[in-house]
Nanobody, 124 residues
């Protein structure tokens, strides 16, 4: 089994920054792609960022490009999401997820394990 535990969410003013962490436990981490999604009330789950296991290539959703950065530390089995220049529209629950595939990482159905989520609230 795999467990994913997110942390680092909170309340921040617009323009501020946060670092989200997702710690994985269980079977191997280094050969899994990891992704971050978010979901705001009344909205569908939205792809934010992902990082491939084969070459650490990052991928970003449109809302994240230029502001967010994804990184992983295989030794710590942790993936990070650095949120910069936050806007009120970034308010959502942020989820990390694991995929055994290195493709289709923008699609939630390609992920087989999910964390419980961490709330990010950006005030104006």
């Amino acid at each position: 089994q795999v467990q994913l535990v997110e942390s680092g969410g909170g309340l921040v003013q617009a323009g501020g920054s946060l670092r989200l962490s997702c710690a994985a436990s269980g079977r191997t981490f280094s050969s899994d792609a990891m992704g971050w999604f978010r979901q705001a009330p009344g909205k569908e789950r939205e792809f934010v960022a992902a990082i491939r296991w084969s070459d650490d290539s990052p991928y970003y959703g449109d809302s994240a490009k230029g502001r967010f950065t994804i990184a992983r530390d295989n030794a710590k089995k942790t993936v990070y999401l650095y949120l910069n220049r936050l806007e009120p529209g970034d308010t959502a629950v942020y989820y990390c997820a694991k995929s055994s595939s290195d493709s289709g990482l923008t699609r939630p159905y390609n992920y087989d394990y999910w964390g419980q989520g961490t709330q990010v609230t950006v005030s104006s």
